[in-house]
């Protein structure tokens, strides 16, 4: 199934069908849509049936069945509610039109990041990664802060935007230890890690430092940390996580404790199952998993985003 995602400006809508405006009042940054009544009249005027609809997290709102008979959806939200629709979605034919206003965004951010260098400005081809049958356009990760992705209220998140994230990131700075044998494209590992990450963007919660990543090439990178040992090993996990984060890498990294390598499909075998985050939400693993790439998976336009992506 290919999606259609369209990252649009406040107004620039320009396709005339029957839509319906959904709205996830628990993200970031919503605020700003759910009362914006010139939106709607510019809508009305594009659109022949212009429907709103607020929900919140808590809701249990299911995108698939309320979205039937309409032509296009358009979303506002985070990550979260980003990997929700293209799940729900991934064998509808509806049009897909996304308002990110998360709190970090990080999959338009690294669209907005790349426009400049883009032949078509404001089009692009979106690869998708998918860990057990599910979709996710940015990260799948287990480990070390990880469920900073998923563990904030959402009403911690309206008031306090990205301090809740650190103040969680602080509350999860612990080593984990997940036992792991890997096949990466025929590549065999096996260790004790802390982090095990597959990533399809430039930024994951807010840092920028996958610049290996392409958009349409039809591959992921594999972040592995290896879980450090001995009575200092808290100290060592944030020197691992510096260098991961902070420095970032420019080509593939092959070291002791960590490795970063471009991959198009894992086979992940844990030896007890765990929870991981996807684009910022949770999903328990298996003990027997796989992560691969769809190339060219969607098709997104990126227009007027520096009105409501934040820096």
């Not at 200092?232 to 996990?237: C, E, N, R, V």
Request: aromatic letters at 16%; a positive charge.
């Amino acid at each position: 199934m290919m999606f259609l995602f369209l990252i649009y400006n406040k107004y620039d809508i320009i396709i005339t069908m029957k839509c319906l405006l959904l709205i996830n009042a628990s993200s970031g940054n919503s605020d700003w849509i759910a009362e914006d009544k010139e939106l709607l009249t510019a809508l009305r005027k594009t659109y022949d049936t212009v429907d709103k609809k607020i929900f919140t997290a808590e809701d249990g709102f299911n995108i698939a069945s309320e979205s039937k008979g309409y032509d296009t959806l358009i979303l506002c939200g985070g990550d979260g509610t980003f990997n929700y629709a293209i799940n729900a979605l991934r064998d509808s034919n509806i049009e897909l039109i996304y308002l990110p206003c998360g709190t970090f965004n990080d999959c338009a951010h690294t669209l907005k990041k790349l426009d400049g260098n883009n032949p078509k400005k404001g089009q692009f081809r979106l690869d998708l990664g998918e860990i057990n049958g599910r979709l996710f356009s940015y990260v799948a990760a287990a480990g070390s802060f990880t469920p900073i992705g998923y563990l904030p209220k959402n009403k911690y998140k309206k008031a306090f935007k990205r301090l809740v994230y650190y103040f969680y990131a602080f509350k999860e700075y612990k080593v984990h230890k997940i036992h792991a044998k890997m096949k990466v494209d025929g590549r065999l590992f096996e260790d004790c890690y802390t982090l095990i990450m597959a990533v399809n963007s430039r930024y994951v919660f807010g840092f920028s430092f996958n610049r290996i990543f392409h958009l349409n090439d039809g591959k992921g990178q594999l972040l592995l940390i290896k879980a450090p040992k001995g009575p200092f090993g808290f100290i060592k996990l944030f020197f691992l996580f510096f260098r991961a984060f902070f420095v970032g890498f420019d080509s593939e990294y092959d070291g002791k404790n960590i490795k970063f390598l471009s991959f198009k499909r894992c086979m992940l075998q844990l030896e007890k199952p765990v929870e991981f985050c996807v684009d910022g939400e949770r999903l328990l693993s298996g003990r027997a998993n796989e992560i691969w790439m769809h190339k060219e998976r969607g098709s997104v336009i990126l227009t007027g985003a520096k009105d409501f992506l934040s820096e």
